[in-house]
T-cell receptor, first 113, second 113 residues
């Protein structure tokens, strides 16, 4: 089982604040992903990376940005948080291989007031 | 039409009973299929991959029907701990580049004593 860490686990913040959600993994997986999931709804891919210096936008348009300077870290940043950003953000990793099995972190539950 | 569709349920299942549900997918070129389990307010976790010949893991049996483009999950001898949302996941080709996983909305299963 992959070791994936996300911090903070819960964040309540005011509108207009800049926030960074951290995701780190110790498995050396090249592929990393960010998903957004509202309660009871499906996951939507918002960003992914296939390795260092690789970042791509996912299916769901997001005002967030990501960076991949190191294999282990894939932080997500919101420059100016809004109530519409309230959601759960899940980070996942995947090794290269025939199957795209993904391992998820525990998620960050973000509430923007 | 969604790429991956599931009956959201909930499926109310007596403890010890068998429950089965399907998932349909639209991309006929998809090669990899998975069932993930997600508990309330938790991250998704891989339950099992789905192979062309069908596969079994304890009380769980997964089947793939390429002709009709659906996969199924059957749970025998349901336990209270099987209560969760089961996510159908299909590997597809991302618009930009590379492969990605597409998650269904999930089927909620409630096992009751």
């Amino acid at each position: 089982e992959a070791d994936i860490y996300q911090t903070p686990r819960y964040l309540v913040i005011g509108t207009g604040k800049k926030i960074t959600l951290e995701c780190s993994q110790t498995m050396g997986h090249d592929k990393m992903y960010w998903y957004q999931q509202d309660p009871g709804m499906e996951l939507h891919l918002i960003h992914y990376s296939y390795g260092v210096n690789s970042t791509e936008k996912g299916d769901l348009s997001s005002e967030s940005t990501v960076s991949r300077i190191r294999t282990e870290h894939f932080p997500l940043t919101l420059e100016s948080a809004r109530p519409s950003h309230t959601s759960q953000y899940l980070c996942a990793t995947s090794p290269w291989g025939l199957e795209d099995t993904q391992y998820f972190g525990p998620g960050t539950r973000l509430t923007v007031l | 039409r969604k790429e991956v569709e599931q009956d959201p349920g909930p499926f109310n299942v007596p403890e010890g009973a068998t429950v089965a549900f399907n998932c349909t997918y639209s991309n006929s070129a998809s090669q990899s299929f998975f069932w993930y389990r997600q508990d309330c307010r938790k991250e998704p976790k891989l339950l099992m991959s789905v192979y062309s010949s069908g596969n079994e893991d304890g009380r769980f049996t997964a089947q793939l029907n390429r002709a009709s483009q659906y996969i199924s999950l059957l749970i025998r001898d349901s336990k209270l701990s099987d209560s969760a949302t089961y996510l159908c996941v299909v590997e597809g080709v991302h618009k930009a580049a590379g492969n990605k996983l597409t998650f269904g909305g999930g089927t909620r299963v409630l096992v009751k004593p």
